[in-house]
């Protein structure tokens, strides 16, 4: 009964390096979603896939790059980290049918 | 100004106090208002779902929309410690498409005092 997978749970990196988040998920959801959490902001939208093979920018897409690579899998790539990408990132997905999202535990990321 | 403002806190009370969190919002067209609770260092999860305006009860929490204002709550009755967490608010336009359109409050970080 794993739900949505987050991994890597923490990382560092320093600046310029390049790191994929993976996240999958086990409910057979057709969408996925990438979020990040900042204080003071809440949760905004970076991208989301309404179905394998499409993907959409959400509301902060900048800095990064994201694969639908099949209907369960989802991944999230920061290809040049700054500083100002310190956050937490939180994959989630949803039945179309339904209005609830389901999150998974999030990935802790620091830029140095 | 925002589509969603909520008061981030902390908001500390004594166990055993009622609670009120709440949410204005901006966008008259939002009609599906949700409450998503968020334990430390995880991931939201869905606590309650409501349509339109109204009360809607489960257990110890009651949301409530009040749609002419723009303005949702929810309530905490008999509040416990292991109702600190962080409440979002969160509202779309129609239904279903899972998240899609979905707008979430900046959250409300609870703590009740044993």
């Known amino acids: 009964n794993a739900g949505v997978t987050q991994t890597p749970k923490f990382q560092v990196l320093k600046t310029g390096q390049s790191m994929t988040l993976q996240c999958a998920q086990d409910m057979n959801h057709n969408s996925m979603y990438w979020y990040r959490q900042d204080p003071g902001m809440g949760l905004r939208l970076i991208y989301y896939s309404a179905s394998e093979g499409t993907t959409d920018k959400g509301e902060v897409p900048n800095g990064y790059n994201v694969s639908r690579l099949n209907k369960r899998e989802f991944s999230l790539r920061l290809e040049s980290a700054a500083p100002s990408q310190t956050s937490v990132y939180f994959c989630a997905s949803s039945d179309p049918g339904y209005t609830e999202a389901f999150f998974g535990q999030g990935t802790r990321l620091t830029v140095v | 100004q925002k589509e969603v403002e909520q008061d981030p806190g902390p908001l500390s009370v004594p166990e055993g106090a009622i609670v009120s969190l709440n949410c204005t919002y901006s966008?008259?067209?939002?009609?599906?208002f949700m409450w998503y609770r968020q334990y430390s260092r995880k991931g939201p999860e869905l606590l309650m779902y409501t349509y339109s305006s109204g009360n809607k009860e489960d257990g110890r929490f009651t949301a409530q929309v009040d749609k002419s204002s723009k303005y949702i709550s929810l309530f905490i009755r008999d509040s416990q410690p292991s109702d600190s967490a962080t409440y979002l608010c969160?509202?779309?336009?129609?239904?279903?498409?899972?998240?899609?359109?979905?707008?979430f409050g900046k959250g409300t970080h609870l703590i009740i005092q044993p």
């Open positions: 966008n008259s067209a939002f009609q599906y």
């Open positions: 969160a509202m779309k336009t129609w239904a279903g498409g899972g998240a899609d359109g979905l707008t």
